[in-house]
């Protein structure tokens, strides 16, 4: 068995996923058809002021599939609802070893932490969302990726105070242009 890459529609990955893990067996592709993978990873994001933690896809409209390549397992993922095509179209493509190990590691690795989402860089006007500080609006001056968490500079009575140890769901982005609450 090798891997291969097929392209399917956007938004329906799960539902193609569902359908040729669920209809191999009744088809008699159960010795053709080992795995299918959605490549997806755990991100934190923030929302009105929540943080949230979603499932993302890292490849939008393609699956991995191990399988047995045959005409007659080549019909049956074609003919899949939601299906359009291997990568290579008539002659697929197989995945090289080290590909499909490097991937497949990555994928491992992505599953067992949370990414975080944000847009935050260092000069950014933030506007500080939650704790003892909030409603201030100040300037980045660290932002710390592996831990979620960054420092802004604030202007205290004048005086410019440094708020550390903020998580990056504390603040949100800041724009002298939107209506202020």
Known sequence: MKWYVIQV?????????MALEENREAQGMLGHIDKVVLPTENVSE??????????????????????DLTDDSWQYVKNTDGVYDFLGGFNPQELSDLEVDDLL???????TRVTQRHKFEVGDKVKIADGVFINFVGTITDVYQDKGRLSV??????????????????VEEYSEDAPQT
Not at 153 to 170: A, C, N, P, Y
């Open 153 to 170: 500079l604030v202007s205290i009575f004048g005086r410019d105070t440094r708020v550390d140890d903020l998580e990056f769901w504390q």
């Open 46 to 67: 923030v929302k009105k002021g929540q943080q949230k933690i979603v499932e993302r896809k890292l490849w939008p409209g393609y699956l991995l599939i191990h399988m």
């Open 9 to 17: 529609l956007t938004q329906q990955e799960r539902r193609v996923k």
């Open 105 to 111: 590691r990555d994928l491992e690795a992505k599953l």
